[in-house]
């Protein structure tokens, strides 16, 4: 048993600053989401430039709140 345990973390990869991916990977990677976002109308969320929706809405000539159903859209 003490040997499949001491084998099984002879694999072990640990990530330290020294043996990260390297910086421009990161970049590639991070250019991949950015685009995956921009495609999907979400980037704006995430830096800001629009405003979350709230799952319910006051209607104008209503005191009961109501469901927001561009929110079900939203959270999916």
Do not use: C
Not at 10 to 36: A, D, G
Not at 52 to 61: F, Y
Request: no cysteine.
């Amino acid at each position: 048993m003490a040997n499949a345990i001491s084998s099984s973390f002879e694999n072990l990869v640990v990530l330290t600053t020294r043996n990260n991916i390297p910086s421009q990977s990161n970049t590639l990677i991070s250019i991949y989401f950015t685009n995956i976002l921009f495609d999907y109308d979400l980037l704006g969320f995430l830096d800001g430039t629009m405003p979350w929706l709230h799952e319910t809405i006051l209607p104008t000539s209503s005191t009961t709140p109501v469901s927001n159903l561009e929110f079900k859209l939203w959270k999916r």
